[in-house]
């Protein structure tokens, strides 16, 4: 398995020989990539912190959160956390975000580009997986009432 320091550089190099087309976002300085989830490019941020012991990866759905639709969306995205084997739904109710993070620790500032290649694909099956239903939730086309019907619904015809 191959290792390497965790920086900004190495990163880019990890993405771009992964064929993943680094960019780079301007204000923040970030590194990131785009995903396809549901018929959307949704943005991947990758943020380095205490000098590379964390990597955070930082998926952003493009659905504004809405006042009146905030503790629908925050129940749902509970519900998804508690079902899923590595949980990372959560909501910015001051900006109105909406993401899926995960949080990666690199011992010693080393990162296992195999384990990374394997969260990267785990955050697009997750995030492609629920972003229809985060988007119908968080508009308000449908309550969670509904959701859990057509769900039941499904599972008995399957």
């Avoid at 990866?57 to 590595?86: S, V, W």
Wanted: with cysteine.
């Amino acid at each position: 398995m191959t290792t390497w320091s965790l920086n900004q550089n190495n990163l880019s190099n990890f993405l771009k020989q992964a064929e993943l087309q680094p960019l780079l976002e301007r204000e923040s300085q970030l590194t990131y990539i785009n995903i396809q989830a549901d018929d959307h490019e949704l943005p991947l941020f990758f943020v380095i912190r205490n000098k590379g012991e964390v990597l955070q990866m930082i998926c952003y759905f493009p659905y504004q959160l809405h006042d009146e639709h905030k503790g629908a969306t925050a129940r749902l995205l509970h519900l998804l956390n508690r079902d899923l084997d590595i949980p990372g739904f959560g909501m910015d109710e001051e900006q109105g975000l909406i993401f899926y993070r995960l949080v990666l620790p690199c011992l010693e500032g080393q990162i296992h580009e195999t384990l990374l290649r394997i969260y990267i694909d785990t955050i697009k099956l997750v995030c492609d997986s629920f972003s229809h239903v985060v988007g119908l939730i968080s508009s308000g086309n449908m309550n969670l009432d509904e959701l859990k019907k057509q769900a039941k619904k499904e599972q008995t015809n399957t």
